[in-house]
Nanobody, 116 residues
Framework: QVQLVESGGGLVQPGGSLRLSCVAS????????MGWYRQAPGKQRDLVAI???????TYADSVKGRFTICRDNAKRTLYLEMNNLKPEDTAGYYC??????????WGQGTQVTVSS
């Protein structure tokens, strides 16, 4: 099992920045990729960004050039640096870990609200 705990959400003005963190514990040696997803009220949960153990990253088109995903393996922490935030970025943000052979783990989420 893998446990994920997110932090760093909050209220920010349009154009502002936030950094989300996700600390992993448990069977972290089995993790093959980690990512961030977001879900707005009444909408499905969508991919924001993922990073593999090899460092390959993938971003949703809507956040390319504004968000950066990275991992600090020594600290067992996943980050999402979010810049130039827009009101449409408002959502619950969830950390995800994929494990080998089969596993899909979620954190409890952290709220990001972009509003003036």
């Amino acid at each position: 099992q893998v446990q994920l705990v997110e932090s760093g959400g909050g209220l920010v003005q349009p154009g502002g920045s936030l950094r989300l963190s996700c600390v992993a514990s448990g069977s972290i040696v089995s993790i093959v990729s980690m990512g961030w997803y977001r879900q707005a009220p009444g909408k499905q949960r969508d991919l924001v960004a993922i990073i593999t153990n090899g460092g390959t990253t993938t971003y949703a088109d809507s956040v390319k050039g504004r968000f950066t995903i990275c991992r600090d393996n020594a600290k067992r922490t996943l980050y999402l640096e979010m810049n130039n935030l827009k009101p449409e970025d408002t959502a619950g943000y969830y950390c995800n870990a994929q494990t080998f052979p089969v596993g899909n783990w979620w954190g409890q989420g952290t709220q990001v609200t972009v509003s003036s």
